[in-house]
């Protein structure tokens, strides 16, 4: 396996995310995070707040890049020399759609193969929308995001607080 790409909004990355990216970097030779562009209307963190906070959770992993991308994954895929999407399967809430998201990945490049990692157990019950949900009712949320998230979110909780 050469190259991979692991998709998502990452609004904020979660240790689930983190976990993910340790696994996968094992497999292959260089794992691209693609952020994707979306307005940041419907976004905590800003595109340029994402890839920071990914960039600087991964700074330890070598062959691992964060980059934004906009429209179709395939079509970043391929234009990084990517030739495997990397996704992560929460057994209760991902299944029907990843798969129904790699069949139609598929449809459009046949050469690009979607590959899902289990999410470890520990982290089958998190995503980036509960740690907002929870920390802004005051959950303390530190065991569920990396170390340097922890700020911003707190931070930008205060902010819309104080609106
Ligand atoms: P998207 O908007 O593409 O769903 P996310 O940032 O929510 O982006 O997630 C990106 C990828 O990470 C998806 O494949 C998602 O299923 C996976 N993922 C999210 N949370 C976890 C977790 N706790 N454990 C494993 N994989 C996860």
Excluded at 10 to 28: K, W, Y
Excluded at 140 to 147: I, Q
Aim: one cysteine or more; hydrophobic letters at 45%; glycine letters at 4%.
């Amino acid at each position: 396996m050469a190259r991979a790409i692991y998709p998502g909004t990452f609004d904020p990355v979660t240790n689930g995310h983190l976990d993910i990216v340790e696994r996968a970097s094992h497999a292959v030779d260089h794992l691209t995070i693609g952020v994707v562009e979306i307005s940041s209307k419907r976004t905590m963190f800003n595109l340029d707040e994402r890839i920071e906070m990914f960039a600087e959770a991964v700074a330890n992993l070598s062959n691992v890049s964060v980059q934004s991308y906009s429209g179709l994954t395939v079509n970043a895929a391929r234009e990084i020399g990517a030739s495997v999407i990397v996704r992560g399967l929460r057994i209760t809430s991902d299944f029907e759609y990843e798969s129904e998201m790699a069949l139609m990945n598929r449809r459009m490049a046949g050469d690009v193969e979607t590959i899902c990692l289990f999410s470890a157990l520990e982290y089958q019950i998190l995503s980036s929308s509960r740690v907002k949900e929870v920390a802004a009712l005051g959950a303390d949320v530190s065991d569920l995001v990396p170390k340097n998230v922890l700020r911003p979110l707190v931070e930008r909780l205060e902010e819309r607080r104080e609106k």
